[in-house]
């Protein structure tokens, strides 16, 4: 009896041990499954992020021949708005010739107080109407941006008058574009 109680004894352990093996089996099947919905939540998540950081910058204004810009290490893209354009000749608003510059300066006559270059601020203004009537359902949608090119060599003076004549004009936003620095 002793070797048979052991014998039905150790059977039943074994066979209960069977039990608990196949359970546990089970067990470990269902939890070491992929969980392909949260590896597609990751993969989305770093999809949305990589869309967001990634930018394609295009710029769509062109260098004028005349001109020779500055240098910097910005890393700021460039954004559209109004173009200027000034070399050492003459300044241009939407490659259009606006005012002559005569050995190195503005001429008197486009002067108004020796800071307001008139026939600037004339151009300045139709282009903000224009943009005001464009837009006519959102009166503040007008942004004042200009993304000037001024050539590297003109003299601050010129700069000063052509700032003041947009800030009067309602372009208090400037840009200046510049030549990205090579590194190295």
Same mark, same amino acid.
């Not at 840009?175 to 190295?184: M, P, T």
């Given at each position: 009896?002793?070797?048979?109680?052991?014998?039905?004894?150790?059977?039943?352990? =074994?066979?209960?041990?069977?039990?608990?093996?196949?359970? =546990?089996?089970?067990?470990?099947?269902?939890?070491?499954?992929?969980?392909?919905?949260?590896?597609?939540?990751?993969?989305?998540?770093?999809?949305?992020?990589?869309?967001?950081?990634?930018?394609?910058?295009?710029?769509?204004?062109?260098?004028?021949?005349?001109? =020779?810009?500055?240098?910097?290490?910005?890393?700021?893209?460039?954004?559209?708005?109004?173009?200027?354009?000034?070399?050492?000749?003459?300044?241009?608003?939407?490659?259009?010739?606006?005012?002559?510059?005569?050995?190195?300066?503005?001429?008197?006559?486009?002067?108004?107080?020796?800071?307001?270059?008139?026939?600037? *601020?004339?151009?300045?203004?139709?282009?903000?109407?224009?943009?005001?009537?464009?837009?006519?359902?959102?009166?503040?949608?007008?942004?004042?941006?200009?993304?000037?090119?001024?050539?590297?060599?003109?003299?601050?003076?010129?700069?000063?008058?052509?700032?003041?004549? *947009?800030?009067?004009?309602?372009?208090?936003?400037?840009?200046? *574009?510049?030549?990205?620095?090579?590194?190295?």
């Amino acid at each position: 009896m002793a070797g048979g109680g052991g014998g039905g004894g150790g059977g039943s352990i =074994s066979h209960h041990g069977g039990k608990h093996t196949q359970k =546990s089996r089970k067990r470990q099947h269902v939890s070491t499954g992929l969980m392909l919905a949260s590896m597609l939540d990751i993969l989305m998540a770093i999809l949305f992020f990589l869309m967001k950081n990634y930018s394609q910058v295009q710029s769509d204004f062109n260098i004028g021949k005349d001109i =020779s810009l500055p240098y910097s290490s910005s890393v700021t893209p460039p954004v559209n708005a109004l173009q200027m354009v000034v070399t050492q000749k003459a300044i241009m608003v939407d490659q259009e010739k606006v005012v002559d510059i005569v050995n190195g300066d503005i001429p008197k006559e486009d002067l108004v107080q020796g800071l307001l270059v008139k026939p600037l *601020a004339l151009k300045l203004k139709k282009q903000k109407d224009r943009n005001i009537v464009q837009n006519d359902v959102d009166k503040k949608s007008f942004a004042g941006m200009i993304v000037m090119q001024a050539d590297k060599a003109l003299q601050f003076n010129v700069l000063k008058k052509i700032l003041y004549t *947009a800030q009067l004009s309602d372009f208090v936003t400037l840009k200046l *574009a510049v030549l990205k620095k090579e590194e190295g």
